[in-house]
């Protein structure tokens, strides 16, 4: 990518200049764009961002005032080396990720424990996981506990051996988006 090294009095230029949008970047950088056309129709994916985008501005703006979430918000931005707003906005875009459900110290026993590593870009709020027999009945269903950096998730029925299930752990966040996955699982 081509860069612009831009004279002392054009360096904090900004706006649209013929085709083209300057922007102010990071670091004091500037960016430059082609312009939308203002008649152009936005596409659905492009409309479907700018809901979205308008959605996480409104939390944001809630969030950083908010008395409980706003120092936290605060505090970690300035870890990160950012500003609480745009760490919050990023927060709402992106969703929490299951990356894993570890079912080695389950054995359909009530009291066995089930891992979930679950990871998002401001904190996992909670985990709930679900056990489900092959017809997609909920064999069991609760909240996970936070425990060293991992959630663990207690049995709570017992299940037969040899019955094939599906391990289900849904992680939420600050936002309130959640996101999944699952396991297939023949309890030994």
């Not at 922007?23 to 203002?38: D, P, S, V």
């Not at 909920?138 to 029925?157: D, K, M």
């Not at 040899?162 to 988006?177: C, E, F, L, N, R």
Request: proline residues 7%.
């Amino acid at each position: 990518m081509p860069k612009l090294e831009m004279d002392p009095p054009y360096r904090h230029v900004r706006g649209r200049i013929g085709g083209l949008v300057y922007m102010r970047g990071r670091n004091g950088t500037t960016n430059i764009a082609r312009a939308r056309r203002a008649d152009a129709p936005l596409s659905p994916a492009q409309q479907a961002f700018r809901e979205q985008f308008i959605a996480a501005a409104a939390y944001a703006k809630a969030a950083i005032v908010d008395p409980v979430l706003g120092p936290r918000y605060a505090a970690a931005a300035e870890a990160a080396g950012q500003q609480p707003y745009p760490l919050a906005v990023a927060d709402f875009l992106k969703k929490p990720v299951v990356e894993a459900i570890d079912p080695s110290a389950y054995h359909g026993v009530i009291g066995d424990v089930i891992a979930v590593r679950a990871v998002d870009d401001f904190e996992v709020t909670g985990v709930a996981v679900a056990i489900r027999d092959g017809t997609d009945t909920v064999l069991e269903q609760g909240a996970a506990v936070l425990v060293n950096g991992q959630w663990h998730y207690t049995a709570t029925t017992a299940i037969a051996a040899g019955t094939a299930v599906t391990i289900a752990a849904m992680a939420s966040d600050q936002p309130g988006h959640t996101g999944s996955r699952e396991r297939p699982l023949v309890v030994a």
